[in-house]
């Protein structure tokens, strides 16, 4: 197991636990991932400000195509701003969030 370069910082899970339940409420799959049947996981590194607005994503993982991370991208920009349910202690908290997209 390797220990955090950041020590043990703030828990910022409920943080991510808030953006999953934003995300999950709004993503859709698009005509072209249905017709193709793409489904994959995509890690993004999504930067979050004090104000709950999201400056920076970016692709952390690829899902291994593209138009899939695209769309995860966009769910992320749709969500902002995040109406914060607490202070983050910090000017802005960067987080990996993943997003899978599967076939039901």
Excluded at 49 to 76: Q, Y
């Amino acid at each position: 197991a390797s220990a955090s370069t950041r020590g043990s910082g703030p828990d910022y899970s409920w943080l991510k636990r808030l953006l999953w339940e934003r995300i999950d409420r709004i993503k859709q799959y698009s005509d072209d991932a249905l017709e193709n049947e793409w489904e994959g996981r995509v890690i993004m590194v999504v930067t979050i400000r004090s104000d709950g607005r999201i400056d920076d994503v970016d692709v952390a993982e690829s899902s291994g195509n593209r138009s899939l991370d695209r769309v995860a991208a966009h769910l992320i920009a749709q969500v902002s701003p995040l109406e914060l349910n607490r202070a983050l202690d910090a000017a802005q908290v960067k987080l990996r969030v993943p997003i899978s997209f599967g076939l039901k």
